[in-house]
């Protein structure tokens, strides 16, 4: 960590931050159509903050702007800054990317196998990680992949660093990829859907892992996920995205007992729930996402939400505004950050949210 990083550390201020952001992508018409609009959302240093929404609500396109890697996508960030370390990344040259990648922050995906090459073993595929960006040896990269290997908790590393990618699991793979991106010592992981291809028991310790590198190595961690059930035992801060934007954000505990949005109180009633029994069904939202370019007036979500109401939620786009601190019951630190909801009714409608164990 440079000086300046961690003097940022000892001032509080966060490691990451997206103000405003705004990704577009081309239409078939010649023109440009945002998908993701006005994004704002920090990320502190050692802090775990979950993305989540459902599938097409931007978290993708967010996470990958922040990356830098908008363009490779065909889509260009057309407002709004992403400052990393308070540095300013959205003109950055890609030389400098580059450089920022790797040792800065690093992304991991949900198809873990997709991402491997699967002619190199796993070890080559860590060493060259670290080489390049850490400019290490041959012999101390291949420590270093074994060593990466361990951390990950993938067992007789030693061994397995020899190892192709089709010897793998789809868990055991998720891991390599952590380890790879963990190789270069990065600031931010990002990690995208990284547990959705797999199967529950393994998808738990996968998340388990992520706190333990989180506590070893005080890596910040922005968690994307679909499913807030997942995002409850790991993340502190909460920002539901819908259709493009930021509906609700607060922190884990505000956002899960008393839920602001009637969109975030929808994700959360999907929950499965203990003991629900198969003839019961989810209550799930009813509707789907309207896509970017069919994004209706007022407030995104009004055709789906249940407290909808003419004239005042279909006319005007409602900002995300401070919501009043819960109060009483103990539910919540009155003393901790306001969270905030993007709804013109959000005081007068009583949400129901969970008890998360
Ligand atoms: N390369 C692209 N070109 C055009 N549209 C895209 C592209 N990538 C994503 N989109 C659109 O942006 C929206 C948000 O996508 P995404 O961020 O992948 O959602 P999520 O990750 O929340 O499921 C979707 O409507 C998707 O179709
Ligand atoms: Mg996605």
């Not at 993701?36 to 502190?44: D, K």
């Not at 993007?342 to 949400?351: G, P, S």
Request: glycine share 10%; hydrophobic share 40%.
């Amino acid at each position: 960590m440079t000086a300046r990083a961690r003097q940022r550390e000892a001032d509080g201020l966060p490691l990451l931050e997206t103000q405003d952001l705004t990704v577009e992508f081309p239409t078939p018409t010649g023109g440009w159509m945002p998908v993701v609009q006005g994004v704002s959302f920090t990320v502190g240093q050692g802090e775990s903050v979950a993305l989540v929404g459902e599938s097409g609500s931007g978290k993708t396109v967010t996470s990958l702007a922040v990356m830098g890697l908008t363009g490779v996508t065909g889509g260009r960030i057309a407002g709004g800054s992403v400052r990393f370390d308070g540095r300013e990344l959205t003109a950055l040259p890609e030389r400098e990317w580059r450089a920022l990648r790797g040792p800065g922050m690093g992304m991991i995906f949900q198809q873990p196998i997709r991402s491997l090459n699967p002619a190199f073993t796993v070890g080559d595929q860590i060493a060259e990680s670290a080489r390049r960006h850490l400019g290490l040896s041959r012999r101390a990269a291949r420590a270093r992949a074994v060593e990466m290997l361990d951390l990950v908790q993938i067992p007789r590393a030693a061994e397995r660093v020899d190892d192709y990618p089709h010897a793998f699991s789809g868990g055991m793979c998720q891991r390599v990829m952590i380890a790879m991106v963990m190789a270069c010592n990065p600031r931010l992981l990002i990690a995208d859907e990284p547990t959705t291809a797999l199967d529950v028991t393994v998808q738990e310790r996968i998340l388990q892992l992520l706190r333990d590198l989180q506590e070893q190595t005080g890596v910040s961690l922005l968690f994307v996920s679909h499913d807030l059930a997942v995002v409850a035992e790991l993340c502190q801060k909460v920002i539901v995205m819908y259709a493009g934007e930021v509906v609700e954000q607060g922190t884990a505990a505000d956002v899960f007992l008393r839920p602001r949005h009637p969109y975030t109180a929808g994700l959360l009633a999907a929950i499965p729930k203990p003991g629900l029994r198969a003839d019961r069904r989810l209550e799930t939202i009813p509707g789907s996402i309207p896509a970017p370019g069919a994004w209706p007036e007022g407030c995104r979500f009004h055709g789906r939400c249940p407290y909808g109401v003419p004239g005042r939620c279909d006319s005007r786009h409602p900002d995300l505004t401070p919501a009043a601190p819960h109060d009483p019951r103990g539910l919540s630190d009155p003393n901790g950050p306001a969270g905030r909801a993007r709804c013109v009714r959000t005081e007068e409608i009583e949400l129901r949210g969970v008890t998360v164990a």
